[in-house]
């Protein structure tokens, strides 16, 4: 047995007041357990997206990763019922002197079970085909009980319009989607939140698949309607953007821009005001995600803080024909622009141009592999 292995990690009687504890020896993480009064040892790296083990949670003899749950034994290091072939590393231990030894070399070796990978994680070239326009409305109502929408109603327009110059369109209504709010992975670490989202590849049901589908996949344009409500985008739009981080976070974990040589554009419809700062906020994020914009690229309408008369705020939408042509021009310019895109590649291949206020890259980490 080779002696130089064994490492001194600390001082048994304080180590077993905790069931868990990360250590590290040299550069390699550990997750230390002590289960009625015995300890083990597992790789601290997660076989998932590299999460740290030892920050985990406690479940008799399993150990839950803190990013996305997935579970270890604390002594094997294999995966819980059913996936017990997917596991960590085991390293040996033992007590002497009232310390703890931990023997870096591991007892087990890692093995990772094959998972095939999530459509939407195949890569983002563009299938051949006319111009392809979605359009997502961000408007809630109850669909039993539907009512007049404003934004709607123009984006119908913009869609129609584009029909009609022989693009492909495709409407999507977040209302009509159930789809789990934003939970935070990347609170938690920026590689905890991956592309696709967690979310969208732990909950089979979870339907914001299909925006991300349109965005990263299928359109070349996209359309965002979005009524004001209290001087903010709709809360289904907010409820949307969030879950979109994990769009931009790839640019910021793995330098990947998703999102390229494609324009987005805006219909804003609101009885009150700040049509401008509802768009800056969209025109912002938007941005991050690696759009691009048309000249001139939202069509807004509102009457003004003391316009509480709804039914008045309804009329004038319906019957506005230049706000009807302000959608058809906004679909044409972005269908100009997009075809010029398309037509010269502008983002090229490879690496581009990061974004300035999110897309830092991260510190190296060195992960046990």
Request: charged share 25%.
């Amino acid at each position: 047995m080779d002696e130089s292995d064994w490492h001194d990690v600390g001082a048994a009687a304080e180590l077993a007041t905790r069931p868990l504890t990360p250590i590290k020896i040299n550069r390699t993480p550990i997750a230390l357990s002590c289960v009625n009064g015995q300890f083990s040892a597992i790789s601290g790296v997660c076989n998932h997206v590299g999460g740290p083990l030892g920050e985990g949670t406690r479940h008799t003899h399993r150990r839950e990763g803190p990013w996305h749950q997935y579970k270890f034994h604390c002594k094997t290091g294999e995966g819980e019922p059913g996936f017990e072939d997917d596991r960590v590393p085991s390293h040996e231990t033992r007590v002497e002197g009232g310390r703890v030894m931990v023997n870096l070399t591991p007892a087990t070796k890692r093995h990772k079970v094959h998972h095939d990978a999530h459509p939407l994680a195949r890569p983002t070239d563009r299938a051949p085909g006319p111009p392809r326009v979605a359009g997502i409305s961000t408007t809630a109502m109850d669909l039993e009980n539907p009512r007049y929408s404003g934004s709607d109603d123009l984006l119908a327009t913009a869609l129609s319009h584009a029909s009609g110059t022989g693009a492909e369109t495709r409407l999507i209504k977040l209302n009509a989607l159930k789809f789990r709010s934003c939970e935070g992975y990347y609170s938690k670490a920026a590689r905890a939140c991956t592309w696709p989202c967690t979310i969208t590849q732990m909950d089979e049901t979870d339907q914001l698949d299909q925006v991300y589908e349109a965005l990263g996949h299928w359109a070349d344009v996209v359309l965002i309607s979005t009524p004001i409500r209290w001087g903010a985008a709709s809360a289904l739009y907010f409820k949307m953007a969030e879950r979109m981080n994990c769009i931009q976070n790839q640019i910021t974990t793995h330098d990947r821009v998703l999102i390229k040589n494609k324009v987005v554009s805006f219909l804003i419809v609101g009885g009150q005001d700040n049509v401008q700062a509802v768009a800056g906020q969209m025109l912002a994020f938007f941005s991050e995600l690696g759009f691009l914009f048309p000249q001139f690229p939202f069509v807004a309408h509102s009457r003004g803080w003391t316009a509480e008369d709804m039914e008045k705020n309804v009329a004038t939408v319906k019957k506005s024909e230049e706000l009807h042509q302000g959608a058809r021009e906004l679909t044409g310019r972005a269908l100009a622009l997009s075809a010029r895109l398309l037509a010269t590649n502008e983002a090229g291949e490879g690496s581009v141009a990061r974004g300035g206020r999110k897309a830092h890259r991260l510190r190296d980490v060195v992960e046990e592999s």
